[in-house]
C-alpha cells in the first residue's frame, strides 16, 4: 500500500488501464500480426504537405503569434473552415459554435465533467467505445443500454433512472461506423434518438470521427443536422457533435472539435480555460492549411486504401473462420467486431493467439460498461496490409477452429 492510497478520490477506483492502449504495444513486435490497433495507417499521412504547413507558419508573418498562448475557443482559421465542413454535412454553424479540443478524447472528458453528477444516468450502446466509458466514469455515473430500433421507450430509460434516484442526463453514441462495432444508424434510428431525448429532456453526445471514412451506402445526415432542422436552429438544439483530425490527417496533432449551441460552448471554454488555457496554436494553424488544401483528396486516397482492405478482411472471414463464428460487415471506419460461440472467452482466446499464432485483436468485454460480451472481439483492419490480413485471418481461422468449436 502506497503512502496516497488513503488520499485518492472516491472516482480513482473506477479508473481503468485501457486494454487498447496495453495492446498498442504489440505492434512493436514485428513478428506479430496485429488488428489491434484502431489507428490510422502513418504511411498514409499526408507529411509532406504538414512538413510545408509548418515551414509556412514559422518562417511566415505569423510564426510569433503561432508560438504564443491563443484563444481559449480556438484558431479563428480553423474553426472557420470547420464551419464550412459542417456545413457540407447539413449543419448551420458559426466559429462561435465550436470549440477546438486536443482530440475529441478531450471532447469527451470535457462534456463529462459538464454534464455529469454522481450517480446520473448515461445511455450508452452495448459495445460502445472504450474511451468514452473511460471519460464518463471519472464522474461516476449509472448506465443503461440505448438499442435504437429497439422497443425500448423515453418511458423505461426514465423508470430505470428513477429506481437509482438517477435522472437520464444524455444519450452517448457513435453514429457512423461505430468502434468497436463497425455499425451505422439508419435515419430512422438517429430520428428515434432525438425523439427520445426530447421526451426525456436530456442530451445527445454525437461521436464522429470515422464520419468521412464511407466506402459504400448513401450518406446520413448527423442527428445535430437533424435537431438543427426540426429545432429552428444550432442555438436551440439538445445535440452536440464531436469530430476529429485523427482518422482523416494525423492523430499525432491531437486536433478535435466540438459543434454545440453558443450556451453549452461557452460553458465548455470555461473548463478549457481551467484545463490546459488552449490547444497549440502551431498545430492548429497548421491543421488549418492541410485541411484548405488537401482534405477532400486525402480521404478519398484513404477511403480508396482502407476500402480495400475492409474487402480483404471480410473475404478472409469467410474464407477461414469456422462454423459458429459471426462478424458485421461495416460500410465504412476502421473495424470488423467478431462474435464467437457463446462460452468463449476472447480474453483466453488472445492469449493463444499472441502466443502461438502470433496474432494480435481486442478481447470485446473493454466495450461493455456491464461486463458481458466476453465472446466478442474486435479487428481492425487500417494499418494491415492485405497479405498480412489474409495470413493473420487464416491463423486465427485455425486456432479457432483447434481450440474453440471442438470444445462445443
Not at 28 to 40: C, H, R
Amino acid at each position: 500500500m502506497s503512502t496516497w492510497d488513503a488520499l485518492y478520490a472516491n472516482r480513482a477506483a473506477r479508473m481503468r488501464a485501457s486494454e487498447i492502449r496495453e495492446l498498442l504495444k504489440l505492434l512493436d513486435k514485428p513478428d506479430v500480426i496485429s488488428f489491434a490497433g484502431g489507428i490510422p495507417d502513418p504511411r498514409l499521412f499526408p507529411a509532406e504537405m504538414f512538413q510545408e504547413a509548418y515551414r509556412d507558419v514559422l518562417t511566415g508573418p505569423e510564426a510569433e503569434r503561432a508560438l504564443q498562448y491563443g484563444v481559449s475557443e480556438g484558431s479563428h482559421r480553423l474553426r472557420s473552415w470547420i464551419v464550412a465542413h459542417m456545413k457540407t454535412l447539413g449543419v448551420d454553424c458559426a466559429p462561435e459554435n465550436i470549440l477546438i479540443t486536443s482530440g475529441s478524447q478531450q471532447g469527451l472528458d470535457y462534456l463529462g465533467k459538464l454534464l455529469l453528477s454522481p450517480g446520473d444516468t448515461v445511455l450508452a450502446q452495448a459495445p460502445t467505445y472504450l474511451g468514452a466509458l473511460q471519460a464518463f466514469n471519472a464522474y461516476e455515473p449509472n448506465y443503461d443500454r440505448i438499442d435504437p430500433g429497439t422497443n425500448r421507450t423515453a418511458d423505461d430509460f426514465k423508470a430505470q433512472a428513477d429506481l437509482k434516484g438517477s435522472k437520464v442526463k444524455f444519450a452517448y453514441l457513435s453514429p457512423d461506423f461505430a468502434n468497436p462495432t463497425g455499425k451505422t444508424l439508419t435515419w430512422e434510428e438517429r430520428r428515434s434518438v432525438l425523439d427520445q431525448a426530447g421526451r426525456l429532456g436530456c442530451g445527445i453526445l454525437e461521436d464522429s470521427p470515422y464520419l468521412s471514412l464511407r466506402y459504400d451506402g448513401e450518406p446520413i445526415a448527423p442527428i445535430l443536422a437533424m435537431d438543427c432542422e426540426r429545432s429552428g436552429g444550432i442555438d436551440q438544439t439538445r445535440s452536440v457533435f464531436l469530430g476529429s483530425f485523427s482518422k482523416t490527417l494525423s492523430p499525432g496533432l491531437r486536433l478535435g472539435w466540438i459543434v454545440a449551441s453558443r450556451d453549452l460552448i461557452a460553458r465548455l471554454v470555461l473548463i478549457k480555460q481551467a484545463s490546459d488555457l488552449n490547444t497549440p496554436v502551431i498545430n492548429q494553424e497548421v491543421m488549418a492549411r492541410v485541411a484548405e488544401a488537401v482534405f477532400e483528396t486525402h480521404t478519398a486516397t484513404i477511403r480508396a486504401a482502407y476500402k480495400l482492405r475492409r474487402d480483404v478482411m471480410l473475404g478472409a472471414l469467410e474464407r477461414h473462420m469456422p462454423e459458429g463464428v459471426s462478424w458485421t460487415r461495416p460500410e465504412g471506419g476502421m473495424f470488423v467486431w467478431v462474435t464467437l460461440p457463446a462460452h468463449v472467452d476472447a480474453a483466453d482466446l488472445l492469449e493463444k493467439a499472441v502466443g502461438n499464432a502470433k496474432v494480435a485483436f481486442v478481447p470485446g468485454k473493454a466495450f461493455h460498461s456491464d461486463g458481458s460480451g466476453a465472446n466478442t472481439l474486435r479487428l481492425s483492419f487500417s494499418c494491415a496490409a492485405p497479405e498480412k490480413i489474409e495470413e493473420g485471418l487464416s491463423r486465427l481461422g485455425k486456432l479457432i477452429a483447434e481450440t474453440v468449436i471442438p470444445a462445443l
